[in-house]
């Protein structure tokens, strides 16, 4: 497989991207843009309800960033015309049948021309409100894959989801779809209408009772928990990430169907430039309050493999499952765990090791040296409880975190990645492909990465102006 035909699979392709201000979304729209730039259009679905603030959107929270950078200093003058040219954003909202987008020529045009779409949009907060949960993460999907079915020659549909899917599971996880209704607890039943109309109860409750924002907040966050946890998944974000993999493995059709599940999604490894992130997420809240001199603990065990795999391989693997699909012309649905604990694994007491070594050589804290004062070496602890003080924290905050996080960080499963596996055969010994789209774990050096490439990024990028 020479680079050539990737490139050339992309060229001329017409793509919906949906929830195209998150962050894989972006570096996934980056790297098309960048390395096909005679893709003949991008949609870009935004949640937004005119023009006017979805035009604005696009400019500030997509190509506004400073991933874009190269392409900006590329293009010069130019770029604006170019994302003219080649970028349609749509205002929408994945929870409405048709997206909820109101222009019907737009959306006859893109039924027209839609060749592939990225399904991407997704609440990712684990402690998200059941009804704000289900409407994005399992009707989403729903309205997603609806949506294929009426483009007139979709060649491919693939949904973005989580490895974590699989709940606390242990040993190694296969790549295995989920069957509809299929619950975590032999013991339960899950009903994906049932859960609707359960929600739908509990908020006309809530309404009854004239309970005001907050306390609808609360309630619907716990009860998105509690059924999460009634039908084996530790928090309603992965529940509800998987109840959208069984409705769009159920309503295919014909559609071929490729399933990303990705691990813990951190900076970029190599592309466009290493070391970009947005935002704290997951496991670099840890890393961040560490270096601010916030905690020098958290719950965990050290001796688990840690998961986590930069976001560059993670949109590389998606165009080359794309790429190898259309030269296999396969309908059957292909799972593709996208991580890095069975080819090169990492434990937690080798970063909490590495979050030491980068700290002291890289203190972030303006008077570490002057008063003496000394990075004390962080632990990850098994048996650490929210009762342990520290002084930058009220307790509740703590607690809620550390419950968020603590599945993860005592998780014991190892994610089989045979299917991905295959993807890298494909591309084995094609020198230009391989660096292009590198998608192979064995080429991370976890020293080299986590200190100079990701801790750094995540001061540079994440802990400044938003850019």
Not at 311 to 329: E, F, G, P, Q, R
């Amino acid at each position: 497989m020479e680079l050539e035909s990737v490139l050339h699979f992309l060229e001329n392709k017409t793509i919906l991207v949906t929830g195209a201000t998150g962050f894989l979304a972006k570096v996934f729209v980056e790297k098309i843009l960048r390395c096909q730039p005679n893709i003949k259009k991008l949609y870009l679905l935004l949640r937004a309800t005119d023009t006017e603030s979805v035009s604005h959107r696009l400019h500030h929270e997509v190509f506004g960033k400073k991933l874009f950078k190269i392409q900006r200093d590329k293009w010069g003058e130019k770029f604006s015309s170019f994302l003219s040219e080649k970028v349609v954003a749509v205002a929408g909202d994945v929870s409405l049948h048709n997206f909820g987008i109101k222009d019907q020529i737009l959306i006859e045009e893109m039924l027209e021309e839609i060749d592939i779409i990225v399904h991407s949009a997704a609440t990712t907060r684990l402690d998200e409100r059941f009804d704000v949960a289900m409407d994005t993460n399992t009707m989403g999907a729903y309205n997603a894959i609806n949506f294929a079915k009426m483009c007139h020659k979709i060649e491919f549909f693939l949904q973005v989801s989580t490895a974590y899917v699989c709940g606390e599971a242990k040993g190694q996880i296969p790549e295995k779809p989920f069957l509809m209704g299929q619950t975590l607890k032999s013991s339960s039943e899950l009903d994906i209408n049932l859960e609707k109309q359960l929600i739908k109860k509990k908020l006309s409750e809530l309404q009854s009772q004239n309970a005001n924002q907050e306390t609808i907040t609360s309630i619907m966050k716990e009860f998105g928990t509690i059924r999460a946890n009634l039908h084996g998944w530790p928090n309603t974000y992965v529940f509800t990430k998987a109840m959208g993999e069984m409705v769009v493995t159920n309503m295919k059709g014909n559609i071929p169907l490729i399933i990303t599940r990705p691990t813990v999604i951190i900076g970029t490894l190599s592309e466009p430039f290493p070391g970009w992130i947005e935002d704290v997420r997951t496991i670099d809240y840890v890393f961040v309050e560490y270096f601010k001199g916030a905690i020098t603990s958290f719950v965990g065990n050290p001796k688990i493999t840690a998961d986590l795999i930069p976001v560059d391989m993670v949109t590389n693997s998606m165009i080359i499952a794309m790429l190898v699909h259309s030269k296999n012309n396969t309908s059957n649905n292909l799972i593709y765990h996208i991580g890095t604990s069975l080819r090169n694994p990492i434990k937690l007491s080798e970063i909490q090791d590495l979050m030491h070594l980068y700290i002291t050589k890289n203190p972030w804290l303006k008077n570490y040296g002057k008063s003496g004062t000394l990075y004390e070496k962080f632990t990850f602890n098994p048996n650490y409880t929210e009762d342990l003080e520290f002084p930058h924290y009220k307790g509740s905050r703590l607690k809620r975190i550390m419950n968020m996080y603590r599945p993860y960080l005592h998780f014991e499963g190892i994610f089989d990645d045979k299917n991905t596996e295959k993807l890298r055969m494909a591309i084995k010994g094609v020198g230009s492909v391989e660096r292009k789209f590198n998608l192979d774990p064995k080429s991370i050096d976890w020293k080299e990465y986590l200190v100079n490439v990701h801790f750094p990024g995540l001061l540079k990028y994440s802990m400044q102006p938003k850019m």
